[in-house]
Antibody, heavy 125, light 109 residues
Framework: QVQLQESGPGLVKPSETLSLNCTVS????????WSWIRQPPGKGLEWIGY???????NYNPSLKSRATISVDTSKNQFSLRLSSVTAADTAVYYC???????????????????WGQGTLVTVSS | EIVLTQSPGTLSLSPGEGATLSCRAS???????LAWYQQKLGQAPRLLIH???NRATGIPDRFSGSGSGTDFTLTISRLEPEDFAVYYC??????????FGQGTKLEIK
C-alpha cells in the first residue's frame, strides 16, 4: 500500500526558510492530489496547501504567500518551502494524499488518506 | 470562510458506552465534503468517515457518521479502549479549500 515519509531539518532559525520533502512509496504520485498539513504542539490541524501531480497548486490564504509546494514525479516526491518562518510555524508537518472517491461518474478529492507519520519542525535561534 | 465548531471539547466516557460527537458548520455545506478523522497521541490522523457517512476502508462498523446542512455527527457505539483519542471533522470548500474543526478529545472516565 501507499506510504508517505516526510524528511527535512528539525530545526530552522527565525526568518529563514523551512524545507521539507515527502517521498511516496508503494504507488505512483501520478493522478493524485497531495497536501501538506501542520499541527502546532498541543493544537489542531491546519491545511497548508496542495499540489496535483501535474503541478497545479492551491494554498491556504492564512500563510500569506509564504508557502510553495512543488512536485518531482521522477522521484515520486513533493516538497514544501515556507519562507520567513517565526516561532508560530513550529509544528508537526504532515504530508498526505487526497482520498479519491468516485461515485455516480463523479470523483472527489475532498479529504486525506493516507498520511505520513509527520515530522516536528522547531523554529528557534 | 466556513468555520467548523466541534462539541463537546472533551467527552469522558467508559468502555462499552456510546459516544456522540458533534460538528457544526457556520453555514450549510455539502455532506459529500465532510470527513472525520481519529488521532491518537503521537500518531498521524486516520480517516474514519468520508462523505459524512461512508466508512473508510478497515474502519469498524461501530463508527458511523450522519448529518447534513450545518450539523454533522460522529457516533461510536460500544466504545473500545483503543477508541479513546482526539476526533476532528474536516470540510472541503472554497477558501481555504480545506478546514478542520478544533477537535473533540474522547477520554476514559
Amino acid at each position: 500500500q501507499v506510504q508517505l515519509q516526510e524528511s527535512g531539518p528539525g530545526l530552522v532559525k527565525p526568518s529563514e526558510t523551512l524545507s521539507l520533502n515527502c517521498t511516496v512509496s508503494g504507488g505512483s504520485i501520478n493522478n493524485y492530489y497531495w497536501s501538506w498539513i501542520r499541527q502546532p504542539p498541543g493544537k489542531g490541524l491546519e491545511w497548508i496547501g496542495y499540489i496535483y501531480y501535474s503541478g497545479t497548486t492551491n494554498y491556504n490564504p492564512s500563510l500569506k504567500s509564504r508557502a510553495t509546494i512543488s512536485v518531482d514525479t521522477s522521484k515520486n516526491q513533493f516538497s514544501l518551502r515556507l519562507s520567513s518562518v517565526t516561532a508560530a510555524d513550529t509544528a508537526v508537518y504532515y504530508c498526505a494524499r487526497h482520498f479519491k472517491y468516485c461515485t455516480n461518474g463523479l470523483c472527489y478529492n475532498s479529504c486525506f488518506d493516507p498520511w505520513g507519520q509527520g515530522t516536528l519542525v522547531t523554529v528557534s535561534s | 470562510e466556513i468555520v467548523l465548531t466541534q462539541s463537546p471539547g472533551t467527552l469522558s466516557l467508559s468502555p462499552g458506552e456510546g459516544a456522540t460527537l458533534s460538528c457544526r458548520a457556520s453555514q450549510g455545506v455539502s455532506s459529500t465534503y465532510l470527513a472525520w478523522y481519529q488521532q491518537k497521541l503521537g500518531q498521524a490522523p486516520r480517516l474514519l468517515i468520508h462523505g459524512a457517512s461512508n466508512r473508510a476502508t478497515g474502519i469498524p462498523d461501530r463508527f458511523s457518521g450522519s448529518g447534513s446542512g450545518t450539523d454533522f455527527t460522529l457516533t461510536i457505539s460500544r466504545l473500545e479502549p483503543e477508541d479513546f483519542a482526539v476526533y476532528y471533522c474536516q470540510h472541503y470548500g472554497s477558501s481555504p479549500a480545506y478546514s478542520f474543526g478544533q477537535g473533540t478529545k474522547l477520554e476514559i472516565k
